[in-house]
C-alpha cells in the first residue's frame, strides 16, 4: 500500500474526495490516500506542499500559480473546478458599511500572506479602480478568526467562498455587500515535484479515480441533501452552488495560465512570468 498526503480546504468543493475515500476507491488500487483538512486554505497549503507535509493539494488556481512562480518545488497535474469561485465581501452586519465604495481604504481580513483572501482583495481593488498600494491586511488565519476580526473592529472586511459564509450571514454576523467571482477556474490539483518523480503513477490512478467521481458527482441520488447536512446549508443555498459549480478533467491550457499570470503580474502579485512547463504537468 502507497500512503499519499493530500490536503484541501474543509468545503462542499472537496466532497467528491472524501465519498471515494469512504468508497474505499484509492484503496481498492493499492494507494492510502491520507486527507488533511486545511481551514486557513492556500497560503497554508502553498506552506505544506514546500516543506513535504503534503503531496498533493486541491489549491486556489492563483495562488499556486504564485507561490510555483516563487519557488514551489510543485507541479499544477490538473484543473479540479473549471467554474470561477464567488468570492463574497463580508462586513460586519451591525456595521455602516453598505457598499463597495464605502470599504475602499479600510482594513481587509486574510486568512494569510499570500491567500486566495489576501489576493482576491487585490482583484476585487483593481476592478473598482482603487490603488492596491493602499489595501490593509489584518491576518486572522481562519473564518472563524475573520468573525472576531469583524466583531471587534480590527478589520473591516473579509473575502471568502460565498456559499460558504452564507451561515454567518443567516445569523446576523457577517452581511454580504458584494461578489467578486475570479476571472479563472477556481481549483487545481497541484503535487510535489518529488513525488510527480517518484511516483507517477499513483497520481495517475489518483485522477483517474476522482475524474471519474467529480463527472457523476451531480447525479449521485439526494447530492443536495448530503452536501446541505455535511457543510451546514440551505439546501436552495446548495442548489444554487450545484447549478453554478462545474467539475473539471482536464488540464489547465497555455491561454489560460498566461491569462492567469498576466493579471497577477499587473496586480503586481507577482515579479515575473514562469514557462508552462515550470508550472504545470501532465501525467
Not at 461578489?179 to 489518483?206: G, K, S
Amino acid at each position: 500500500m502507497k500512503t499519499i498526503k493530500i490536503a484541501g480546504v474543509p468545503e462542499h468543493f472537496n466532497l467528491p474526495w472524501h465519498l471515494a475515500i469512504e468508497n474505499k476507491e484509492f484503496e481498492a488500487e493499492n494507494i492510502d490516500l491520507q486527507w488533511t483538512d486545511v481551514p486557513e486554505g492556500t497560503g497554508k497549503m502553498c506552506q505544506m506542499l514546500r516543506n513535504g507535509e503534503t503531496d498533493i493539494a486541491v489549491i486556489l488556481t492563483e495562488g499556486i500559480v504564485k507561490d510555483i512562480v516563487a519557488g514551489n518545488p510543485s507541479k499544477i497535474v490538473q484543473v479540479y473546478v473549471d467554474s470561477p469561485l464567488i468570492w463574497g465581501i463580508h462586513v460586519a452586519a451591525k456595521s455602516n458599511y453598505n457598499t463597495l465604495a464605502d470599504i475602499e481604504n479600510t482594513k481587509v481580513a486574510i486568512s494569510r500572506l499570500g491567500s486566495g483572501s489576501q489576493l482576491m482583495a487585490y482583484v476585487n481593488a483593481n476592478n473598482q479602480g482603487w490603488k492596491t498600494d493602499n489595501l490593509q491586511f489584518e491576518i486572522v488565519n481562519t473564518i472563524d478568526g475573520a468573525v472576531e476580526a469583524l466583531s471587534n473592529g480590527t478589520a473591516d472586511y473579509f473575502m471568502w467562498e460565498r456559499f460558504m459564509t452564507k451561515p454567518l450571514v443567516d445569523k446576523g454576523i457577517f452581511r454580504k455587500i458584494a461578489d467578486c467571482p475570479t476571472p479563472w477556474p477556481c481549483f487545481v490539483i497541484a503535487v510535489r515535484n518529488e513525488i510527480l518523480e517518484n511516483n507517477p503513477e499513483a497520481i495517475q490512478q489518483i485522477l483517474h479515480i476522482i475524474n471519474k467521481m467529480t463527472t457523476s458527482f451531480k447525479s449521485i441520488s439526494g447530492i443536495d441533501s448530503i452536501l446541505a447536512f455535511e457543510y451546514h446549508q440551505k439546501i436552495n443555498d446548495i442548489q444554487e452552488w450545484l447549478s453554478l459549480t462545474e467539475w473539471s478533467q482536464g488540464q489547465l491550457s497555455p491561454e489560460m495560465l498566461n491569462n492567469i499570470q498576466n493579471q497577477l503580474l499587473e496586480l503586481k502579485i507577482i515579479d515575473k512570468i514562469g514557462t508552462f512547463d515550470e508550472i504545470v504537468k501532465t501525467v
